[in-house]
């Protein structure tokens, strides 16, 4: 027994585990990928709405919500920004600190106050869909909409009377996020109005008979203008901008053409005319916000999970989970590995999940059975593969078992994916008693007197019903929020 040995080839393996530069989100993504310079130009003084995803690579709830990120993004585009920073990046780690983020990902979402560059931030913690996601942005947008009637319109008129004025006319009580985003695109340069069809006298004065209409008034003695076209943001934007030229931050794929390292003096120097680009037809559109799941739990992959614990003498082994009456251990027999080695793949992501479910559970304060890494070179780790009939082609990898002593049981972890979310079914199937067991055979429990035999599949008394499942992507039909 090499004791030193062991703990060098532990120490060399936590050295190893992967440390991704990339992004996950490729050049193309939709969303729009920030530095901390970046974001203070593009989000912090934004008259925009707008959501941060801080995220690692490694973490494989970053990874799974990239797909609902990104169909967020794309349903957003023109009303709000969607970002992501990557956490990993040396540049961007102080700045993840200062934004207090405790875990992988974290959804901020960035609303615009009254004074510009302090924004009001906030986490999200709703469910991770696109459809959560959306909702959750649209009811941030900031309404610089004027809600007007047959009594007020003509003072809203008179009020800063050289600036063009633009006046929807809808069947509608509620502002929608498309008028409330043209807003704040035009804010300082179009005053924008709603007003309901049964203010008659209102839809009388501007010639107005179908709704809903967009009705321009470009200045006090200009003429005004119907807009009959395509109640998309596109062309509407291309209407308004008749009068006045749109802000620089005015939302849309212009933003997100800028990356991967947007500068915000060239966007400034661009066409006005040019961030009216698109909103084009979502494919899934986010339903109405009542629907939200309000039980939807985000899981939460904590930065930087400890590694979990070695066990690197038969001694300690047999201590913590092989004496007679050892509850449910969790163990990693890694593999045999030269120190200077690379380490395996499969060897770094089951080390990474257990300690990020490890330390997931220890930061909500839940109980969970220790997990253990035990290196080859613990002489107990090959007597466990022969006992458990694990030695023949598996001593090449990493096998992931979990044995109760005292029950008598032991289950082996099956799956060649040793992400975070697969080993997390199973840790939360052991937890829940779910799934088979098999028995230990004699001799693995160290001075075990022959067991009076208890039921094997009987559930856990450890057993608890607060697993914490990855949300499905419960996308539906919806509430189009690119509409008037
Ligand atoms: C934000 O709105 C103000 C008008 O209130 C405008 O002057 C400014 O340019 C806008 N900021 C950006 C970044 O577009």
Redesign the pocket.
């Known amino acids: 027994m090499l004791p030193k040995a062991s703990l060098l080839f532990v120490a060399s393996l936590l050295a190893a585990l992967p440390v991704n530069a990339d992004g996950i989100y490729t050049k193309n993504s939709p969303v729009l990928q920030l530095n901390p310079k970046t974001y203070n130009s593009l989000i912090a ?3 925009h709405t707008s959501i941060v995803e801080f995220y690692a690579p490694w973490c494989g709830h970053c990874q799974n919500l990239k797909p609902a990120y990104e169909k967020a993004a794309k349903n957003l585009d023109g009303l709000a920004k969607v970002a992501a920073i990557n956490c990993d990046e040396d540049e961007n780690k102080p700045f993840c600190g200062q934004m207090g983020v405790q875990g992988f990902p974290t959804l901020k979402i960035v609303t615009p106050s009254k004074k510009p560059g302090k924004p009001r931030v906030e986490d999200y913690k709703g469910a991770r869909t696109a459809k959560g996601i959306v909702d959750a942005v649209v009811d941030h947008i900031p309404n610089h909409v004027k809600r007007a009637s047959d009594k007020d319109l003509d003072k809203w008129l008179g009020q800063d009377e050289d600036r063009p004025k633009a006046i929807l006319f809808t069947e509608k009580g509620t502002t929608s996020a498309l008028i409330r985003a043209l807003a704040i695109d035009f ?2 340069a179009i005053d924008i109005a709603q007003v309901r069809n049964k203010e008659t006298a209102s839809l009388k004065k501007f010639g107005v008979t179908d709704v809903p209409a967009l009705v321009l008034i470009p200045g006090p003695d200009a003429e005004p203008k119907i807009y009959q076209g395509d109640l998309k943001k596109k062309p509407i934007t291309e209407f308004l901008s008749q009068a006045a030229t749109p ?3 005015a939302s849309g794929r212009a933003a997100a053409d800028s990356k991967p390292k947007p500068k915000p003096k060239s966007k400034k120097s661009k066409p006005a005319s040019k961030p009216t680009s698109v909103a084009d037809e979502p494919d899934v559109e986010p339903t109405a916000s009542e629907d939200q799941d309000p039980t939807a739990k985000p899981a939460h992959v904590p930065i930087p999970a400890p590694p979990i614990p070695t066990l690197s003498t038969p001694e300690s082994i047999e201590a913590s989970c092989l004496a007679p009456k050892s509850g449910t251990c969790v163990l990693a027999l890694l593999p045999a590995s030269e120190p200077e080695a690379a380490i395996p793949q499969s060897v770094a992501d089951a080390l990474a999940s257990l300690a990020d479910i490890g330390h997931k559970h220890a930061q909500r304060g839940a109980h969970l059975f220790p997990l253990y890494a035990v290196p080859d070179t613990n002489s107990d780790s090959g007597v466990l593969r022969a006992a458990l009939g694990l030695q023949a082609d598996d001593a090449q990898t990493v096998q992931l078992i979990a044995l109760n002593a005292r029950r008598g049981w032991w289950r082996r972890y099956s799956v060649e994916d040793f992400g975070a979310v697969a080993v997390e079914s199973w840790i939360d199937s052991i937890r829940l008693g779910e799934g088979t067991k098999e028995k230990l055979p004699e001799g693995v429990v160290i001075g075990a007197e022959p067991q009076a035999e208890e039921p094997v599949a009987q559930p856990e008394a450890e057993a608890e019903a607060d697993a914490e499942s990855v949300e499905p992507e419960a996308e539906a039909q919806a509430v189009e929020h690119d509409e008037l």
């Open positions: 003084k934004s008259n804010l300082g802000n620089p931050d």
